[in-house]
């Protein structure tokens, strides 16, 4: 089911670019005292966790898995936890490999339809944590991949319900997007992260992949053609796109799950939205006419600005605690 929801920006920030741009700026920056723990991976790799708290005994669990480039000092991982710690519930932020601040021991990373590491976090928090509901949050990418996750799983997803935020839902329309207009600012930041990571990472390391040559992709097409695809068994960036894209995998979702997204999301063409025919019953689609990519702020006050999202998934939530 699609409907509009109940987000509405505040007038002095219904552009998207300025809906996309301003947490960074204006978001508060809680201080989460976070517990860290690393949790080893079974082909000798890592991911690095942030929990708001060790949790009790059959409390709620809730997941975020963030966005490209994301991590726990992303604003709105920052203030989703924090929300999350106002409710009562225990939160947990899982790091993609090499995003924590520490380069992870593959050669391999992370990419939009990575689902092992989420498949192997989930199974071991229900096998520690039992007797807690387990609930998730995906942001763009990591929204991206719990999709693909949940529509792979169906009802042995091991979550009670799940929420995303921003989804490029067609992987390919979103690099296509991403090098159009004022979208190739997103587009140079975030690649521009991606090389620095790969070269750093490989500086004293040796790689198969076209390392040498990185500062020549400075688009997405062009870095996950040599670098992504490469390092995770895809042919090209085409089949890596076709094959992780998660409008496909909507249809077989069975867990309850909360999509949010904004038509004019400067990361994602209005006409490769989803609609009604590939979604699950399971599926609440809420299509905003604003809010950009992960804003959706709120407020008539600049100064004191709301977070929409801070408020709409934990209500969702609610639903089912």
């Not at 920006?9 to 670019?17: D, M």
């Amino acid at each position: 089911m699609i409907t509009t929801g109940n987000f509405t920006p505040g007038p002095w920030c219904r552009h998207p670019h300025l809906q996309t741009l301003l947490p960074r700026v204006i978001a508060p920056r809680h201080d989460l005292e976070p517990v860290d723990e690393r949790l080893e991976l079974p082909d000798g790799d890592f991911v690095d966790l942030c929990w708001t708290r060790t949790p009790q005994t059959g409390e709620p669990v809730v997941i975020i898995f963030h966005g490209l480039e994301g991590s726990i000092r992303s604003p709105y991982a920052n203030g989703m936890l924090h929300a999350i710690r106002m409710h009562g519930w225990c939160g947990v932020l899982m790091h993609f490999r090499g995003c924590s601040g520490v380069h992870n021991r593959l050669e391999r990373s992370y990419h939009s339809g990575d689902t092992g590491d989420i498949a192997f976090f989930i199974r071991s928090l229900s096998q520690r944590h039992p007797n807690s509901p387990l609930f998730t949050i995906g942001y763009s990418l990591g929204g991206n991949a719990l999709l693909k996750y949940l529509g792979e799983t169906g009802t042995d997803a091991g979550v009670v319900a799940a929420a995303a935020v921003s989804v490029p839902f067609q992987l390919d329309r979103g690099a296509d997007r991403l090098d159009m207009g004022f979208s190739r600012f997103y587009q140079w930041y975030l690649v521009r992260s991606l090389r620095k990571k790969i070269t750093d990472k490989f500086r004293n390391r040796e790689s198969t992949l076209a390392v040498d040559r990185i500062e020549s992709y400075r688009n997405f097409w062009l870095f996950d053609h040599h670098i992504t695809a490469p390092a995770h068994g895809f042919a090209s960036a085409s089949d890596y796109y076709q094959r992780s894209s998660s409008r496909q995998f909507l249809p077989t979702i069975r867990v309850p799950t909360l999509l949010i997204h904004s038509k004019d999301d400067p990361f994602l063409p209005v006409d490769a939205i989803p609609n009604e025919t590939d979604l699950s019953d399971s599926i609440r689609f809420e299509l905003s006419e604003h809010g950009g990519h992960v804003g959706f702020i709120e407020g008539n006050n600049p100064l004191r600005p709301g977070f929409w999202l801070e408020h709409r998934i934990p209500g969702f939530f609610r639903e089912f605690v």
